[in-house]
């Protein structure tokens, strides 16, 4: 996973330029765990008033082109976005309270083996499963 040092490097060798805006939303991202650019864009506010919403979203493009954020749909809103910083994981997302619950990635490990029989290698950063979580199923977590 990529280190600050890494991050900023990867900026410059892409043609970016190093901005404030762009290392607020960073930290934004990491800060938050999984959130939505307007989540993005009102945390980044409370300390720059001057970022404005199109700024979030360009910045939040570059950073997942770039392989420091990614994006996955936990609703059927707006993406949201989390550091790649962490664990590679999925999400499970309860359809009742709305918890969001990242799995390890080698837990999927069966799975993906499945699919890879079939020639198809699954991005498991991008897979969300809906269903109900324990607690609103009546059951002990």
């Known amino acids: 996973m990529p280190d600050d040092h890494d991050w900023r490097a990867a900026l410059r060798e892409k043609g970016y330029r190093l901005t404030p805006q762009r290392e607020l939303i960073l930290a934004a991202v990491d800060a938050l765990g999984h959130a939505t650019p307007d989540e993005v864009l009102a945390h980044v506010q409370q300390t720059a008033s001057t970022v404005n919403a199109s700024t979030v979203y360009r910045t939040l493009e570059v950073l997942e082109e770039l392989g420091l954020i990614r994006h996955a749909h936990l ?7 989390h550091s790649t910083r962490g664990h590679e994981h999925f999400h499970l997302v309860c359809r009742s309270c ?29 897979l969300t499963v809906f269903g109900r979580c324990a607690q609103c199923e009546g059951e002990a977590p």
């Open 75 to 81: 609703s059927d809103r707006a993406p949201t976005y």
């Open 98 to 126: 709305r918890a969001v619950i990242s799995v390890d990635a080698a837990e999927a490990a069966p799975f993906v083996e499945v699919l890879r029989g079939k020639a198809f290698t699954p991005d498991l950063g991008h």
